[in-house]
């Protein structure tokens, strides 16, 4: 499984360079500043589109689609475990498996979030009842996204519901610890897997965090 280490010099040169923008141009006092920042973003989505499938333009508007200081953003997962097997959805954009979450929207309690995507994309109306872990989401396998992001898993018990599939999902199951699906690692990786089981061995463990 690739390591911080794996990430190429030139998508941690870019994501820098945009971060260092974006931060700039929620400061700038000036239109010389503005534009040097503004140039320097266009640089990283250069840099980006050079090595990538990405459309220059694209990212220059994506970049441009986050503004105010740079700062993580923050993905929620729901462990839900029935019968010593964990609950997972198949994402409709990459057909892997993942735990149903997704990113924190602005103004929500996290728990609350986590709740809202486990009901959302496995039809299950769950309760969070510990933190397990937070990780850093852009270690210890692919980037979620360019943006820096953290990822915190919550372990959820069922309260009521049925599996049902949603507009981001195509498929909702539980499955063995042992005998696991093709894994959206951007998403869920054997590491949080192996992190949820360890909970459920041991009530008291403390989370897990980066």
Not at 51 to 79: H, M
Request: overall charge negative.
């Amino acid at each position: 499984m690739p390591d911080s280490n794996d990430m190429p010099r030139w998508l941690e040169w870019a994501r820098e360079i945009q971060g260092l923008c974006q931060t700039g141009l929620a400061f700038a006092s000036t239109d010389y500043e503005t534009r040097r920042y503004t140039r320097l973003s266009e640089i990283a989505a250069e840099i980006v589109a050079s090595q990538t499938n990405e459309e220059r333009e694209e990212l220059v508007k994506g970049f441009s689609a986050q503004p105010g200081y740079a700062t993580a953003k923050i993905d929620v997962r729901g462990a839900v475990v029935r019968g010593g097997k964990i609950l997972l959805v198949q994402e409709r954009r990459d057909q892997h498996w993942c735990m149903p979450g997704g990113w924190a929207d602005v103004g929500d309690i996290p728990s609350e979030m986590v709740a809202r995507e486990v009901w959302e994309e496995s039809g299950f109306e769950v309760e969070p009842r510990k933190v397990i872990a937070v990780y850093d989401a852009n270690r210890g396998g692919r980037p979620l996204e360019f943006f820096h992001a953290y990822k915190i898993i919550f372990l959820c018990d069922i309260i009521a519901g049925e599996p049902r599939v949603s507009d981001e999902t195509m498929g909702v199951d539980f499955f063995s610890f042992d005998e696991l699906p093709p894994l959206s690692w951007q998403r869920t990786n054997e590491k949080h897997l192996a992190e949820v089981r360890a909970h459920l061995d041991d009530e008291c463990r403390p989370a897990a965090f980066d």
